[in-house]
């Protein structure tokens, strides 16, 4: 009952910036296609693998994209512009190494030199960074078949750091892609399955509206990292969610304080879901997500309201080239869904207030 390091290996080479997704959804498809009964595609993209048992329908859905870079110019000396696709934070870009366009052709994003700034600019972030491939001009660029249009990602894989610890980019939310093909493997439960890989998440939710709606569950579990500042740099008070802590089950999430645009767990689905990791023996952490939602948004809202919620493996360092998870933490959750698939599943026919 756990993550399969070689698939995780596998999924996080696939390279997915929001709307260029296909390398990764078709790696998810091929690695989950014997584990189930059917393999669908969407018109957004999504992939739906189901395997099929009684009328009560749950999805469990991750999804594909990774923060990425929209290639959107290319000045007559042959550098790159862009335009960021999802939530960065523009202190990772200096000195960071990215691959680009469809044959994965090497940049790098260089910071101005340090002996040309002022020192109001080396205590900044910079702004108007561009990719650089190493051509002189635009048509230097079109020789590496490199267009405006084009996406980049960072250039790295994933490591193992002592203990269970792992690292890379687009952990988020490739580890639960892996999760998602461990429970597959050892599935033999009663309901109906839906293991979803979405796409778009990190451009507001996109896919998982189209999947949502498509499939139309009982209820729908999104599958997520969840940020953690358990570490020197974070911040001083108020930590909760730690690594190696165990899952985290969320309350709710949101994009502000006031937790807007985001969801409340419904109590059924969260009691769900903490019954299982008493029937699994892993310990759970409850948390709130702010400044951040997840799929299980779109999820709640599907045909007028279905039972969602979110289980997460707790990450540091979210939405950076070296995102940082225990295995520990991706092997409860493994185990935390597949006592929840044994367990009474809550339904559409439920009203959405406690037992």
């Known amino acids: 009952m756990s993550v399969d390091y070689a698939e995780l290996e596998a999924l996080i080479e696939a390279r997915g910036a929001p709307g260029n997704e296909y390398a990764v959804v078709d790696a998810f498809a091929d690695l989950i296609e014997p584990h189930v009964d059917r393999v669908e595609y969407d018109d957004l993209g999504n992939v739906v693998a189901t395997s099929e048992g009684s009328d009560f329908e749950v999805m469990l859905a991750a999804h594909t994209d990774e923060l990425g870079l929209l290639i959107d110019g290319v000045d007559e000396d042959g550098f790159l512009e862009y335009t960021m696709l999802g939530g960065h934070y523009r202190g990772n870009f200096p000195g960071q190494r990215v691959r680009v366009g469809p044959d994965g052709v090497l940049g790098v994003v260089g910071p101005r030199c340090r002996h040309y700034m002022s020192d109001e600019e080396k205590e900044s972030l910079a702004r108007d960074l561009r990719i650089d491939v190493g051509a002189s001009s635009r048509e230097g660029v079109a020789d590496l078949n490199v267009e405006p249009g084009d996406f980049a990602t960072w250039d790295r894989g994933v490591e193992r750091l002592a203990g269970d610890r792992i ?10 892609l892996a999760v998602l093909l461990a429970v597959a493997r050892e599935a033999d439960v009663e309901p109906t399955v839906h293991y979803v890989a979405t796409v778009q998440e990190e451009v507001g939710l996109r896919g998982a509206r189209a999947a949502g709606y498509a ?12 940020p953690v500042d358990d570490y020197p740099a974070g911040r001083e008070e108020g930590v909760s969610a730690t690594l190696d802590g165990g899952p985290v089950v969320e309350f709710g999430d949101g994009t502000s304080e006031y937790m807007f645009d985001g969801i409340i767990v419904d109590r059924q689905t969260r009691s769900w879901l903490v019954g299982a990791a008493e029937d699994a023996g892993v310990s759970l952490q409850h948390d709130v997500m702010l400044t951040g939602s997840t799929d299980a948004t779109e999820f709640q809202q599907v045909r007028g309201g279905r039972h969602a919620g979110a289980i997460a493996v707790p990450c540091r360092y979210t939405h950076s080239p070296v995102e940082t998870a225990s295995l520990a933490d991706a092997d409860g959750t493994v185990a935390v869904l597949l006592a929840a698939l044994d367990r009474e599943v809550p339904t559409r026919e439920e009203i959405r207030r406690p037992r």
């Open 167 to 176: 690292t890379g980019r687009a952990l988020d939310d490739r580890l639960l």
């Open 215 to 226: 499939v139309d569950p009982d209820v729908g579990i999104a599958l997520e990292v969840f």
